[in-house]
């Protein structure tokens, strides 16, 4: 073998200039580098002709089995790391920050040397799937002209494509894809012309996937590929890319091409005729797009096709006219067809004829998700006799499955969700033995009955989800003694009827990974022996909202003795502790769980993410102090139980900790501050407790906090906290009533722009209402994109959802409990039983979508903003318990969705406005308290004005000689009434016993003077105005 010493030493400087956190280059040690890692050599002339330093990062994460040919589940870089859905099971760490950090910890990374060039005889670099953090792709690839195979993906280069790549004339293949990944956060490639790339005339296959064409323009790119004569695959998805050269339409050269993507771009036209033109194609994805009107008919010509992806565009027909629909004819190799996502409004069962019989005996995959198809699922279905898979959710589908749905026996993925399917899943459903997973979602079945003839030969299924609309509609009605042939890994029941006792054949079901099984109907305890038999291996355990009546400790011993109050705790410290290593996802929120929490919980389940054990109102003790060491815990949902004790006191180990609800529970102390160290956290709420103290300043470090809701504590004191709206400003939802906080309104929380509930009502604030209440821009503009309080899920399926918003607010003067989706409808402000003084400012005629407004029983002075009527979202206005006055402003009569309105106990005066929707508020006690306002509903319906308008002034003169009058009224008033007020403090104060009667009553008068002095100053301000 020729001597390689130089290769050698290229590659050892090759290896100096990379960081290598995983040790992949161990092996390059000794003097025969062809037999280190990564390495290939000629075995004749011994010299380098290879290099695979790609990373092939492996997840240790276990799945269900679901092997659809010919759709492949492996990761590879065109998918990676994309999360993977095997049409239907979902992997949801894949699209995780923590994964993306996974990866991260074995992708070399560093400079690339120049050495590489010493490797003449270099064939094959595959540098995929690692790291080079941003930096371009080295000019000197482009004098490795020996290179046939480069592939770059997913290896976060960036800037400018070099044009150097163009002397790589031998090269077949060719890779730079990304993906624009939210938790990468990668520059993007990028390239300005593509003409170079007509010089690689041997190339087979191109990946762009991810580099920026969008500067590109269309007869530049399509110029220069279509020279790539050898061209097998052309992968152009996410480029940018907008529009097409049709002047190219009859000159493409592209005889040779078998795979074509151009998937996720902006190409907003209808499907180009040319592309009938390229007969070899065998895969066409134009999904993600704008491509509309309908499918050409032209498609027929493409008989090599096999998978035609047109799924999530703006296609609005079949072919043909639009009475009857129809598709390409005689595609007789067609095995993968997806039309998702598109505006297919016609009857599924014409779709279906139009098939041609060759296509329908090809077709293994179909999807037509997400469309409008109408009508019922027809038995034409069963002529489709090859489908493994079929997706037919988010339609408009109606009636029964049909009975042909057994004739399916290769169907492997199943999916009728969110339809309004309602009559009969047929027991020929049983018939379909490879069946590895049903989804059935949000339907409106009716009365169905689901016996063991309907199971009985689905001997593969894994994945079986049902939730019905309706409860209790759809009943398992399944003999005791039956034992069922397959072995699930995911069960998904919500809103079907189980119980009451825990089915015997559910015992039998050993293997699962993720269980769901909430408003189902079973009571009394969970049998032991089936959780033990799951503990291992349980990811998700969701046995929420049924009648479960045992001890918490339950779940945590291997017994069946923990029926009994008195006995639990023993049980839980004298018993073998069960062991739950995998579980993420535990809710037994809504049962009747009772007992204290294990002091082990942290040993238990040490991978735990969320924890929901809300509304069980029979939990006690305390919070153990244990869980401040879950440092993958997230969400920590705890509220309507009988936990009592403080809450523990350290938190820095919960980094990862997004929600916090410890609501109405009897909790005392102060909130930690070492609350501030878990700085991911999004929610706090701690509402209706015995919490005392300040809001800790270090929650300032919490800058993501996107609710705070504090409320009904009762002993919270301090000033308001001025770092909110600077170091925490995106607050949706801010709730600190009934405590008792004091100051004045911090001006810094006008930085608010998000927010849409601000309650602080019943404490002891004072001062004016912030007049810049209209930079809360949630409240002055459209906000369609409610970045609220929810977070992801994926249909309720894999790791379900984590939280519901939710919190108690007083809306048409009831207080009531609302929840997410009707949270974010009721942007509210309610400063109500507070000291506030001043005015109600103008600016607060900006907000247009405040949907409640409360500002009673405050200090509040002046006259209602005339505007008022410009809140046109208003449904609840509260003004009542203050010092306002004057005319109650005619623009209120213009608000539409105004349902309740109370302006009770003011000193407001003149007629009451009638119209619109005030004609349905009769209630006089609306107005009650205010003397001198007149008109419907009151009793005093005719006003004082009406009968003496002869009294009026006639003249301009004689008004001006009114005003005049009344100018020198109010200044006499104004001089006069602090001059005799000396006079009386002056006799008061020289006499002990007139000065102690005085201090006695001074209280009772204050109000009065206080109210006469606002008086006499605005009466004159209105007669000076008035003059000019």
């Not at 002709?49 to 065109?78: A, E, G, V």
């Not at 912030?770 to 309080?789: A, I």
């Not at 213009?894 to 106990?905: G, I, Q, Y």
Request: charged share 15%; proline share 4%.
């Amino acid at each position: 073998m020729a001597d390689n010493s130089v290769e050698r030493e290229a590659l050892i400087s090759f290896k100096q200039g990379l960081s290598d956190p995983s040790a992949r280059l161990s092996s390059w040690v000794g003097h025969n580098c062809c037999q280190w890692h990564g390495i290939t050599c000629n075995l004749i002339s011994g010299k380098v002709t290879k290099i695979d330093l790609h990373n092939s990062f492996n997840s240790t994460i276990s799945t269900p089995s679901l092997t659809i040919s010919p759709l492949s589940l492996t990761i590879s870089p065109s998918s990676f790391p994309i999360m993977i859905i095997g049409r239907g099971y979902e992997q949801p760490w894949k699209d995780s920050e923590d994964f993306v950090q996974e990866i991260q910890k074995t992708c070399l990374s560093g400079k690339i040397s120049s050495s590489l060039l010493q490797l003449k005889h270099l064939n094959y670099l595959d540098l995929s799937l690692n790291n080079f953090e941003g930096a371009p792709i080295p000019y000197f690839f482009g004098m490795l002209t020996s290179l046939r195979y480069l592939n770059l993906s997913f290896a976060n280069f960036s800037g400018q494509v070099p044009i150097y790549l163009g002397n790589l004339s031998n090269l077949n293949h060719l890779d730079l894809s990304t993906r624009n990944l939210e938790y990468f956060k990668w520059p993007n490639l990028h390239v300005e012309n593509l003409q170079w790339i007509s010089s690689l005339s041997s190339l087979e296959y191109l990946n762009l996937g991810g580099v920026n064409l969008s500067n590109v323009q269309a007869s530049n790119w399509m110029h220069a590929i279509n020279g790539l004569s050898s061209l097998l695959e052309l992968h152009l998805s996410q480029c940018g890319i907008s529009s097409f050269d049709t002047s190219l339409a009859n000159f493409l050269n592209l005889t040779s091409l078998k795979v074509l993507d151009l998937s996720c771009n902006r190409i907003k036209s209808s499907i180009p005729l040319w592309l009938s033109n390229l007969t070899t194609i065998s895969t066409l994805d134009l999904s993600l797009n704008h491509f509309h009107y309908t499918i050409p008919r032209d498609f027929m010509k493409l008989k090599n096709l096999q998978h035609l992806d047109l799924s999530y565009n703006s296609l609005s027909n079949i072919i043909g006219d639009h009475s009857r629909p129809s598709f390409p004819q005689d595609l007789c190799k067609l095995r993968l067809l997806y039309l998702a996502g598109n505006n297919f409004k016609v009857k599924l069962e014409e779709f279906l004829d139009s098939f041609s019989n060759c296509t329908r005996n090809s077709l293994e995959s179909l999807d037509l998700s997400s469309n409008g198809f109408v009508g019922e699922i027809p038995n034409t279905l069963g002529t489709f006799e090859n489908l493994q898979i079929l997706e037919l959710f988010e339609n408009h589908l109606w009636g029964s499955l049909p009975n042909s749905i057994g004739n399916l026996s290769l169907l492997k993925y199943l999916d009728i969700s969110d339809n309004s399917l309602n009559e009969i899943i047929p027991s020929s459903f049983g018939q379909l033995s490879n069946l590895v997973e049903f989804n059935n979602y949000q339907n409106s079945w009716k009365n169905i009955t689901i016996t063991e003839t309907h199971l009985v030969n689905l001997t593969k299924l894994e994945i079986f989800r049902i939730e019905a609309k309706n409860k209790q509609k759809f009943v398992f009605n399944i003999s005791s003694n039956w034992i069922p042939p397959f072995k699930l890994k995911v069960l998904y029941l919500e809103n079907c009827l189980i119980g009451p006792q825990f089915p015997i054949w559910l015992r039998t079901q050993t293997q699962l990974v993720e269980i769901t099984l909430t408003h189902v109907g079973i009571s009394g305890s969970i049998p032991y022996e089936w959780i033990s038999n799951i503990s291992s291996q349980v990811t998700k355990l969701d046995l929420s909202n049924n009648l479960l009546n045992m001890s918490f400790s339950h779940i945590f011993i291997k017994s069946d003795q923990t029926n009994f109050v008195g006995e639990s705790q023993k049980l839980l410290n004298d018993s073998i502790p069960l062991l739950y290593p995998n579980l993420i996802y535990l809710n037994l929120r809504n049962n009747t769980l009772w007992g204290p929490i294990p002091l082990t919980i942290n040993d238990s389940m040490p991978n735990l993410f969320q924890l929901d054990l809300s509304k069980n109102y029979l939990i006690n003790g305390t919070i153990p102090s244990s869980i401040k060491t879950m440092i993958h815990l997230g969400v920590l949902l705890m509220s309507h139980n009988q936990l009592s004790g403080e809450l523990f006191d350290d938190w820095s180990r919960l980094k990862s900790m997004l929600v916090v609800d410890l609501a109405n529970n009897n909790l005392h102390g102060k909130i930690p501050t070492t609350i501030g160290l878990s700085t991911s956290l999004n929610i706090l709420k701690l509402e209706n407790n015995n919490l005392h103290g300040e809001i800790p300043k270090s929650l300032q470090n919490c800058s993501l906090l996107k609710s705070i809701d504090l409320s009904g504590n009762g002993f919270l004191n301090g000033d308001l906290p001025s770092w909110i709206g600077v170091a925490v400003s995106e607050l949706r939802l801010l709730n600190l009533r009934s405590n008792n906080f004091s100051g004045t309104i911090p001006r810094q929380w006008c930085n608010l722009h998000f927010l849409r509930i601000f309650d602080l009502s019943n404490n002891r604030l004072f001062g004016e209402v912030p007049s810049c209440l209209y930079n809360w821009t949630s409240f002055v503009h459209d906000d369609d994109d409610y970045r609220g309080l929810g977070f992801y899920h994926y249909r309720k399926a894999a790791v379900g959802y984590l939280y519901e918003e939710n919190t108690r607010l007083v809306m048409k003067g009831i207080e009531s409990e609302y929840y997410n989706n009707i949270v974010k409808l009721v942007l509210t402000i309610d400063l109500s039983r507070n000291k506030l003084s001043g005015q109600i400012p103008n600016e607060i005629t900006k907000l247009i979508h405040l949907v409640t407004l409360n500002l009673s029983w405050n200090s509040l002075v002046g006259t209602i903003p005339r505007n008022i009527g410009a809140i046109r979202s208003l449904q609840t206005l509260d003004l009542s318990h203050n010092h306002l006055i004057g005319r109650i402003p005619d623009s209120l009569a213009s608000l539409s969705f105004l349902t309740h309105l109370n302006m009770s106990f003011n000193n407001l005066t003149g007629r009451i406005p009638t119209g619109n929707q005030l004609q349905t508020l009769e209630d006089p006690s609306i107005y009650e308290g205010n003397p001198h306002l007149c008109g419907p509903p009151l009793i005093q319906i005719n006003c004082p004005s009406d009968e003496s308008s002869t009294n009026l002034p006639t003249s301009t003169s004689e008004e001006e000689e009114n005003g005049s009058e009344m100018v020198g009224f109010y200044i006499s008033m104004a001089i006069g009434f602090p001059f005799g007020i000396n006079i009386l403090f002056f006799t008061i104060f020289t006499n002990q016993a007139r000065r102690i009667f005085y201090l006695r009553i001074v209280d009772r008068v204050n109000y009065n003077i206080l109210q006469t002095i606002v008086f006499l100053i605005i009466g004159l301000r209105r007669m000076i105005i008035w003059r000019r």
